[in-house]
């Protein structure tokens, strides 16, 4: 083969010394296949340019693959001849090989492309102009593979000399730190310039780059040299598109020190000084949600050929969850120290104090348990007796929490040992859910009632109802209000599902003011298909599923809710509630192996959620595996 080679390359530099005299005399002018007819070629050696043009490379260097393919224009039928690399992995010059005996078109007007995806017949994937030039479809989807890209290259074909190929575009280099395990696709998009810009003539976008043209063209304006033939017609005038597919990237990649990069292809600029008035950078879940804080905006970024443009790193918000109480798929009621202990079915969390957490079991012996977060260890504080002891919140030394099954308000006192669990409150509705205070106001949801219930000056004073869901459009259904909490202005926050699960009305996120005003609404008011199909997004889009079973209003501001084999995360926007957004921050599958569009998976329904009270980084829930799991927010 190298014997082939030097032979074409002497052959080659006699042929261009013959026309010394017709370049001088005319310029650069390309050759015909007649005048090639005796040139067949079988081999073709190739390099990549020189290190400060290079734009994606492995330890700094640009690797060849095995099977690459590269197009080069001849004077077969297509246009074009394809050639592949058929040895391993590796840098510097490679020879890549035809199995035809096709004539290539040497000269000013003769490109090589690479990387060639070919694929149909014909010229489907690199169609010939009328003039037997190439054009480049420029891809709108790129698979990312251990940071590199696959960027078009261009090369000239000159007679006797190896392909030299550099970037036909720039290349935009996007890191993004802590990628979550389901995070799919970096999706790029560059929208229109402005009306008043496009009335001044100025157009957008380039799709396509047609090798063909040798009149006019300058530097400045991308071309290799002054006088080599390259154009980009910017001719596109709708939003420009590229995805790169990170979904095989391992988890070692994903969560590495440095981030995981991706080069990102663009065409060169569209204004003058090859700048692009508006990029939209963010990372999407296979589903095309779109992983929360990766949206990035960046204004006049300038994209040259042959070079990379770097943005600042995109630190994501990392949510580490571990056990630490519980031990998992077993249940009892077993004092112990973290694992070693087990739950029954914990219905509620509350924090007694700064360092111990209160957790009712609803089932079983229906005690009050204890569990101390510096120690670890699971104690039995108090037997609650009744019928299904649910969620409360301490107020003036007291536990206040719910008796569903009796329809109650009882309290516990953690200073005494004699007469410590009271009734206070009794028919405070039809299976009330959770009991929570606002000043002294006392707050209880009544699931099968469809209403939330005042007691003002506190849970022995007037009961009045707050807000009636039965008000609101439920067919045939009945809407059931579950968990709730305040935000920091008062407003009540409240899950609402149905019993029957066809009230449009109900599977939402409702803020109601303290004079019974609903200020929000969130949720499309659809049931998800399935736990796995949880939508993420605005108001109006997300969806929510049946086991809306606690929430609880984060120091950072943001709504934390559970939510079937998820917990979600409501933050608000520029408006407000009513411009919230809904993200999937754990779970959002019925397994571990389903979930898709979170940030953590977890394997089983959450039951009660609840924030440290001296770290504001720090969540607890209890899920039905039996355990008590921590997440920290990194």
Request: neutral net charge; glycine residues 10%; charged residues 20%.
């Amino acid at each position: 083969m190298n014997n082939n080679w030097k032979l074409m390359k002497q052959t080659a530099l006699f042929m261009m010394a013959a026309v010394t005299i017709l370049f001088v005399s005319c310029g650069k002018e390309p050759r015909t296949a007649d005048e090639n007819a005796s040139e067949g070629t079988r081999t073709l050696v190739a390099r990549f340019s020189e290190a400060d043009t290079r734009t994606a490379f492995v330890d700094g260097v640009y690797m060849w693959k095995k099977n690459d393919n590269l197009v080069v224009r001849s004077n077969n039928a297509n246009g074009y001849s394809t050639f592949k690399y058929t040895g391993d992995d590796s840098a510097g010059e490679v020879e890549f090989e035809n199995a035809s005996e096709d004539v290539l078109v040497y000269g000013q007007n003769s490109f090589a492309i690479y990387p060639a995806k070919i694929s149909g017949t014909g010229a489907s994937a690199y169609p010939k102009e009328e003039d037997g030039s190439l054009k480049v479809v420029l891809k709108d989807t790129y698979t990312w593979f251990e940071g590199n890209v696959e960027a078009p290259m261009l090369a000239q074909v000159e007679a006797g000399e190896p392909l030299e190929f550099k970037h036909l575009g720039g290349v935009l280099k996007v890191t993004y730190k802590n990628v979550p395990p389901k995070a799919a696709r970096i999706v790029v998009t560059a929208p229109v310039v402005d009306a008043a810009e496009l009335a001044d003539g100025k157009v957008t976008y380039k799709i396509t780059s047609t090798m063909n043209k040798t009149i006019g063209w300058e530097t400045a304006q991308g071309g290799f040299v002054a006088d080599a033939p390259y154009v980009q017609a910017y001719s596109h005038t709708g939003t420009y598109k590229v995805t790169v597919n990170i979904a095989n990237a391992t988890a070692a990649q994903r969560t590495a020190e440095g981030g995981l990069v991706a080069y990102i292809p663009l065409p060169v600029g569209p204004m003058d000084d090859h700048s692009y008035p508006k990029l939209n950078v963010k990372m999407t879940f296979a589903d095309n949600t779109t992983v929360p804080g990766t949206e990035r905006n960046a204004s006049n970024i300038v994209i040259e050929r042959a070079h990379i443009k770097p943005m600042p790193a995109i630190t994501l918000t990392r949510y580490s969850a571990e056990v630490v109480a519980g031990t998992d798929g077993s249940n009892g009621t077993v004092e112990g120290t973290g694992t070693a202990a087990k739950f029954n079915q914990v219905r509620g969390l509350c924090w007694l104090d700064n360092d111990n957490l209160l957790l009712t079991e609803s089932n079983g012996n229906k005690v009050l348990r204890k569990f101390n977060k510096n120690t670890k260890a699971v104690s039995n504080a108090e037997t609650l007796g009744g019928n299904a002891p649910w969620q409360g919140r301490m107020k003036d030394g007291l536990f206040y929490f719910i008796d569903k099954g009796n329809a109650q308000i009882r309290t516990w006192n953690p200073s005494t040992n004699t007469d410590a669990v009271a009734t206070v409150t009794s028919s405070v509705g039809n299976s009330p859910m959770c009991v929570r205070f606002w000043g002294n106001d006392a707050f209880v949801a009544s699931r099968n009632d469809s209403k939330i219930y005042k007691f003002a000056g506190g849970a022995t004073g007037t009961k009045s109802v707050f807000f009636d869901f039965s008000t609101l459009d439920h067919g045939e259904d009945t809407n059931w209000p579950i968990a709730l909490d305040f935000d920091g202005d008062g407003n009540v926050i409240v899950t609402v599902g149905s019993a029957k699960g066809s009230s449009t009305s109900a599977f939402k996120v409702y803020v109601i003011s303290q004079e019974g005003i609903v200020i929000a609404s969130i949720g499309a008011g659809t049931k998800a298909a399935d736990y796995s199909k949880l939508v993420d997004g605005s108001p109006a889009k997300a969806t929510f599923s049946a086991n809306m079973n606690g929430l609880v209003f984060g120091p950072d501001g943001a709504i934390y809710m559970l939510d079937s084999y998820a917990i979600r995360r409501i933050t608000k926007g520029s408006s407000g509630w009513s411009d919230a957004t809904v993200t999937t921050i754990l779970g959002g599958g019925s397994s571990y192996t389903t979930a898709s569009g979170a940030m953590v998976q977890i394997t089983s329904t959450p039951q009660d959620i609840i924030f440290d009270p001296q770290n504001s980084k720090v969540f607890y829930f209890f899920d039905w595996r039996y355990t008590l799991r921590k997440v920290t927010i990194e």
